[in-house]
């Protein structure tokens, strides 16, 4: 399975939030898949590639060609695709994707995890969608989408489109599809959009 991961490109973080990338990727390769990544060095990014072709995984990284310049690029990657811009970048790796995980994370992390969600709770896609959070950083997204749903923002399926996990076997066994997310019923895709 080719597993996409959204995480941080910051070098101002806490090192628990590296370590858990890097985590990640041995336990993603581990279990035989295929990173598909944001082909960045640094932080989070650097640390889950670098683990996976340590632990004998394949790495396939998509960079636009601003982040190249900067000389981030992870030259190492079994495959290096450089883009145009940060839009041709998403649409590759959701393309190459089979499925979609999402570590602690600023607003680029963010605006991954809610193109990908959204389009699930539109029923564009039924891949599996994951957010391994352990230390709680996403909890008041949490609430906001409570809120939403609440005042009539969103749909019910929104809380089946994502699965929230707090372990690195936890989030996996969710990526494999042991405890799969609920698919929008027909009811709700006549409904309005998502938001």
């Not at 950083?137 to 996990?165: C, H, M």
């Amino acid at each position: 399975m080719n597993i996409c991961v959204f995480c941080s490109s910051s070098q101002k973080i806490d090192q628990k939030y590296v370590d858990l990338a890097a985590e990640v990727g041995t336990e993603l390769a581990t279990r035989g898949h295929t990173l598909v990544s944001g082909g960045a060095t640094v932080s989070c990014m650097g640390a889950v590639t670098r683990s996976t072709r340590a632990a004998g995984g394949r790495t396939v990284g998509v960079i636009p060609q601003a982040l190249v310049d900067i000389e981030i690029a992870d030259t190492e990657s079994d495959e290096l695709i450089v883009t145009a811009d940060m839009r041709e970048r998403k649409g590759i790796m959701d393309a190459r994707a089979d499925a979609f995980l999402v570590l602690p994370g600023g607003i680029g992390t963010l605006e991954e995890l809610f193109e990908i969600w959204t389009t699930r709770v539109l029923g564009l896609h039924d891949r599996p969608l994951v957010i391994l959070d352990p230390w709680g950083l996403f909890e008041p997204l949490r609430q906001l989408v409570d809120n939403l749903y609440e005042a009539g923002f969103t749909r019910a399926n929104i809380f089946d489109a994502v699965s929230w996990t707090t372990s690195v076997e936890e989030a996996f066994e969710h990526l494999e599809g042991r405890a799969k997310p609920v698919r929008p019923s027909v009811e709700e895709l006549g409904e309005s959009a998502a938001g």
